[in-house]
């Protein structure tokens, strides 16, 4: 692709900041429009699994992720109730180049915003884009009445896409019926480099450190009948995450009573989108397959569309041949992810009985006679390399 293509990137977060690092670095010319009014320090905790820490590598910025994040050594299945441990993953287990890391949302948006800054990225804040066009060239209308045009307009703006609706018949998400909530609270039992997940009737807690152990990021999921209204950001009272849980183990409880703050969020499940690209336009990350948490890949697909976007535009000489590149090869993949996802969270919900007995028996005897075997049913996800998939 000719180098001199203009590029628009809707969204200044994980997907568009990482997209836009890589075309800039690949030496094309690159604009950022975000809504907010700064790039500022939201968001809680994710996972940067060996999958998408390889897009991180591939773009220079490995050691700046390592200097502001927890390196994970373990995943550790508890009962809720008893704190007793059910079964141990050792991550260290794992080939040398597959590490996973725990990090602050706001730190790998810091580190992803300072990269595209020094790749020669124009990002444009309070700029808030109500439709896109498509065309050649493909116009942005945004709110304050003004408009642009581009060669390519990149939609990498989440959940809430204005392109996605464009390209595709309107699907309405369909209720869980779980709900999650949200929290960082202090970490004063220093947690160093686990994931625990507490496993209970219905719902379960996981929680890991974070900023080299100052905090713990934690994410309590619940099934419930009903939900009125989607969205991460709703405030919740810390007294009711409290009382869903207060049976559980005195640790558990003595993580939740740190709790201040939390965030309330009915969890949706929305198919992938048919359709990721028009003329001059493509869908990115969460705004082409919003994935539910189970499997903790949201940022780490986002990552791997970043990557494979920008191979497939310096690789194919026509623009349309690249978009149709880049959705034939990520389709299957995020599908694949998104189901296994979808089927995750059953596993931590079983309640009292032989059913739960004889899982947890076998999660503990294959995490100790043969962890390597149980670590091995990752290999599809965590030993997938973007960044040689076109090789």
């Not at 969890?267 to 690209?277: E, Y």
């Not at 189901?339 to 005897?365: F, M, Q, T």
């Amino acid at each position: 692709m000719d180098n001199t293509l203009s590029i628009s990137i809707v969204g200044g977060g994980i997907g568009g900041l990482a997209v836009a690092t890589a075309l800039a670095q690949s030496g094309m010319q690159v604009c950022v429009f975000e809504q907010a009014a700064q790039i500022a320090e939201v968001g809680a905790g994710l996972q940067v699994s060996p999958n998408g820490l390889r897009v991180l590598r591939a773009l220079g910025l490995e050691e700046k992720l390592s200097k502001r994040s927890s390196q994970g050594q373990a995943v550790s299945l508890r009962r809720a109730e008893s704190d007793y441990e059910v079964a141990r993953l050792d991550l260290n287990k794992l080939p040398s180049d597959q590490r996973y890391h725990f990090v602050h949302r706001a730190d790998l948006i810091s580190i992803l915003h300072n990269a595209a800054h020094e790749a020669g990225v124009t990002i444009k804040l309070d700029r808030s884009v109500t439709s896109i066009e498509p065309g050649r060239p493909a116009k942005l209308n945004f709110l304050d009445g003004t408009s642009a045009q581009s060669e390519l307009v990149i939609d990498a703006g989440g959940l809430h896409s204005v392109l996605r609706s464009t390209l595709n018949t309107a699907a309405e998400p369909f209720f869980t019926g779980q709900v999650a909530w949200r929290a960082l609270v202090p970490n004063v039992d220093n947690r160093q480099h686990d994931v625990q997940v507490h496993m209970a009737d219905g719902r379960h807690i996981v929680s890991y450190p974070l900023r080299g152990g100052e905090l713990v990021n934690l994410v309590a999921v619940q099934e419930r009948a009903e939900w009125r209204e989607e969205g991460w950001s709703q405030p919740d009272d810390p007294d009711n995450l409290r009382a869903v849980f207060k049976d559980a183990s005195s640790s558990v409880q003595s993580m939740l009573s740190r709790v201040e703050e939390v965030n309330l969020w009915g969890l949706f499940r929305h198919p992938v989108a048919d359709n990721w690209h028009e003329a001059g336009c493509a869908l990115l990350g969460d705004a082409a397959h919003p994935t539910l948490p189970f499997l903790a890949q949201g940022a780490n697909m986002a990552l791997e569309d970043a990557w494979a976007l920008c191979i497939c535009l310096k690789r194919e000489p026509d623009l349309n041949a690249a978009l149709s590149t880049y959705e034939t090869l990520r389709q299957p993949r995020v599908r694949k992810v998104i189901e296994a996802a979808n089927n995750n969270a059953w596993r931590y919900h079983l309640p009292r009985g032989p059913i739960r007995l004889a899982a947890h028996i076998g999660l503990g005897l294959g995490s100790r006679i043969a962890p390597g075997l149980m670590l091995k049913q990752f290999d599809w996800l965590y030993g997938y390399d973007i960044t040689t998939a076109f090789d």
